[in-house]
């Protein structure tokens, strides 16, 4: 079955930096676009990124644009989101999809 698990989570300060992965299973990852989203406390969940299956494709929110980087690695069917520059605005729990499928989700904390 189809599995999608996120790691990389917690409490960092403004300005720092932390790196999400997800390991998939279960579907043919190569040939998958894949996406980060990201539900913020109270509001609803938001694309984050995407990227295509080869990796040559990559799409951003403009909230992140300049400062998150998606990334893949096709031989770990691992998809990756560098986090930079953090903002306490970036406090969300991220999630990683494809298709209808979601992972359980990592908590991202940003604060002093």
């Known amino acids: 079955q189809v599995q999608l698990v996120e790691s990389g989570g917690g409490l960092v300060q403004p300005g720092g930096s932390l790196r999400l992965s997800c390991a998939a299973s279960?579907?043919?990852?190569?040939?998958?676009?894949m996406s980060w989203y990201r539900q913020p406390p109270g509001k609803e969940r938001e694309l984050v990124a995407s990227i295509s299956s080869g990796g040559g494709w990559k799409n951003y929110a403009d909230s992140v644009k300049g400062r998150f980087t998606i990334s893949r690695d096709n031989a770990k069917d691992t998809v990756y989101l560098q986090m930079n520059s953090l903002k306490p605005e970036d406090t969300a729990v991220y999630y990683c999809?494809?298709?209808?499928?979601w992972g359980q989700g990592t908590q991202v904390t940003v604060s002093s």
């Open positions: 999809r494809w298709h209808t499928f």
């Open positions: 279960g579907f043919p990852f190569k040939l998958s676009d």
